[in-house]
């Protein structure tokens, strides 16, 4: 359940990073549950633990987190890729849980304590960036690594080769992971290394055929490092 992917040394970029999903709309193990929504939790080095998303159901966000040893505590910034249920519910009972969260970051139609609206495309730690809030619906998360960008998507409600092009701005994309909705412009991945796609995505089976070699199953309890 854990892909490991060695990149070379760089004294510029993430070196160790982790992403593990801990909601999602199945579950590879059967102490997890599975719901419809999406989190991920992003661990870089040197850089805070980010929650991407909350899930819909706070109480499936915080058994997950628990069966994973994950400790909300340790969490110190969320970013909210959109404003729908399934990626939101779970906020205000992990903001109960840990109360200390620095910064939030989100588009520009929510309003809470600590928030941080990202309209534009731009940087929120060296190697860390937020594509913006695209068509004024949801924004993505990148992490540029020594491999290229890793891609973070909720549910790319904007078009995926707007998301992309909205990243690439930062750097060559390695890899998207997370909700895909209805994306069937398969050539757009023909270059990318690692295809993850989660929660929403309507077309799992034509990518995997398509990228055998790239494809990752998703699922709660899927741990991808690099």
Same mark, same amino acid.
């Given at each position: ?9 760089? *004294?510029?970029? *993430? ?14 193990? @059967? ?40 400790? #909300? ?9 959109? =404003? ?10 992990? /903001? ?11 588009? @520009?139609?929510?309003? =809470?304590?600590?928030?941080?609206? /990202?309209?534009? #495309? ?33 549910? @790319? ?5 707007y998301i992309l092009d909205a990243a690439k701005k ?13 994306? @069937? ?11 993850? #796609? ?6 799992? *089976?034509? /990518? ?19």
């Open positions: 359940m854990i892909l490991k992917v060695v990149p070379p040394v760089s *004294a510029h970029l *993430a070196n160790n990073m982790k992403i593990t999903i801990i909601c999602d709309n199945t579950a590879l193990k @059967s102490n997890l549950q599975a719901d419809w929504g999406f989190s991920v939790l992003v661990e870089i080095e040197n850089t805070p633990k980010i929650l991407f998303d909350t899930g819909g159901n706070r109480k499936i966000l915080l058994n997950n987190m628990e069966k994973l040893g994950i400790d #909300p505590l340790s969490i110190e910034e969320i970013f909210i890729s959109h =404003l729908h249920s399934n990626h939101i519910g779970g906020l205000d009972g992990f /903001l109960k849980v840990n109360q200390k969260i620095k910064k939030i970051y989100v588009p @520009s139609s929510l309003r =809470l304590k600590n928030e941080v609206i /990202l309209k534009e #495309p731009q940087k929120i730690h060296d190697d860390v960036f937020s594509t913006g809030e695209l068509e004024g619906i949801e924004q993505s998360m990148g992490v540029e690594t020594d491999k290229g960008t890793i891609l973070v998507v909720g549910c @790319s409600h904007p078009k995926m080769g930062f750097g060559k994309i390695y890899a998207v992971i997370g909700g895909m909705h209805g994306f @069937s412009e398969f050539e757009l991945f023909k270059d990318l290394k690692l295809i993850c #796609p989660t929660h929403c995505t309507q077309h799992k *089976a034509e /990518l995997k055929k398509l990228y055998p070699k790239k494809y990752i199953e998703g699922g709660a309890g899927r741990i991808i490092e690099i």
